[in-house]
């Protein structure tokens, strides 16, 4: 029967989070209606992504096609079908996106009591080597009273509501959570729904993976340089762990989500901040991170006590199986009680 029910009455991604609201009886629907408008939004994009090697919608902006209609670049138009669908969702109030240097403020007829953090289109520079990318979203409740202002998205990422990212890749999965465990579905493109394929996601206590650009090995600080160090050279005779780097932020959390281990994006010389964002790449991966059991840490403390100073601060990032970013921040506290 369990078979026969899977296929019969299928557990959507609007139902699951019908579901969640109907524990909220003071709910008034409107994060409901607000996560219909983004997942249409991964709709879009998912099929844009697939047709972009077709549809030459991965060359460079300026490009015309066969119409002589100007090219938008795919990371261009993921930013406009999803600006659209949360203005046309009237739930969204300030939203901030990789793509738009200034918050953007929705008018007064269509405002709502959320505010939307997002990446349209993140690893957008693998696209045209087919490599796996991803919308990546966070959403924050408007503060009381608020008329909407950049103050109400410049709060610790721990005070979001939902968190979620959506990969396109072999298949086009959206990973969410609305504060009560973290859930993944999967497109099945003949209905046109994600159907959730990943209930109640944990993420491994500890993982044989580490995930880290070895390029910048050079300019890293010593807890991260001893970290990498005995992951290939164990000390205690464990055997070494494996080292995985896509490159792309979603399709590398994905798999530390699902196989464990631990992702990282250090600071080094170069970059004293890393290079990854703290509002719409560190704080929805660590919140989805932390509701799959696993943890994340900034090389200083929770990356989700950040309390972020402007919309485009960067951090620091490590985050995946709870033992393994355990042993990262003892290499940091020991570094700074030797300071
Ligand atoms: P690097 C992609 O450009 C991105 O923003 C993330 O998706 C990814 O994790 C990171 O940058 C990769 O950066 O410096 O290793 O190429």
């Known amino acids: 029967h369990a078979a026969d029910a899977q296929r019969t009455d299928l557990m959507t991604i609007t139902r699951y989070v019908l579901n969640e609201q109907s524990k909220h009886p003071e709910a008034r629907g409107d994060l409901t209606i607000l996560l219909s408008h983004i997942v249409l939004g991964c709709k ?4 844009a992504v697939n047709k972009a090697g077709l549809a030459k919608l991965i060359g460079l902006a300026g490009d015309t096609n066969i119409q002589g209609e100007e ?3 795919l990371d261009v138009l993921s930013n406009d079908v999803f600006i659209n669908a949360l203005k046309s969702s009237g739930r969204a109030n300030v ?10 403020f929705v008018e007064a007829s269509k405002r709502g009591r959320y505010c939307v953090v997002f990446d349209p289109l993140d690893g957008s520079s693998n696209i045209d080597c087919g490599v796996s990318i991803g919308t990546i979203f966070g959403i924050y409740m408007l503060q009381e009273g608020s008329e909407g202002t950049v103050a109400d998205v410049l709060k610790p990422g721990k005070n979001m509501v939902a968190a979620g990212y959506c990969m396109y890749g072999s298949s086009c999965t959206l990973v969410l959570s609305t504060g009560t465990g973290a859930n993944g579905f999967t497109l099945d493109p003949s209905l046109g729904e994600f159907i959730l394929t990943h209930p109640n996601i944990k993420i491994p206590k500890k993982g044989k993976i580490y995930s880290v650009n070895e390029g910048n090995a050079k300019n890293w600080d010593q807890p991260t340089t001893s970290y990498v160090e005995k992951a290939k050279f164990p ?7 494996s080292l995985r780097y896509i490159g792309s932020m979603v399709a590398d959390v994905h798999r530390t989500l699902l196989y464990g281990g631990i992702f990282m994006y250090p600071a080094d010389k170069k970059s004293p901040n890393g290079k990854l964002r703290v509002l719409y790449e560190v704080f929805p991966m660590s919140f989805l991170v932390e509701q ?4 994340s840490f900034t090389g200083q403390g929770r990356a989700l006590d950040i309390v972020p100073k402007n919309i485009h601060e960067r951090s620091p990032i490590f985050l ?3 033992d393994d970013v355990e042993e990262i921040k003892a290499l940091y506290s020991a570094a700074e009680v030797k300071k």
Not at 235 to 241: A, E, L, N, T, V
Not at 292 to 295: H, I, R, S, V
């Open 71 to 73: 090219q938008k670049k």
């Open 44 to 47: 879009f994009v998912c099929s």
């Open 95 to 104: 939203l901030v996106s990789e793509e738009n240097e200034e918050p953007i």
């Open 320 to 322: 995946g199986s709870y």
């Open 235 to 241: 000390i205690d005779g464990s055997s070494p762990k």
């Open 292 to 295: 799959a059991g696993g943890q």
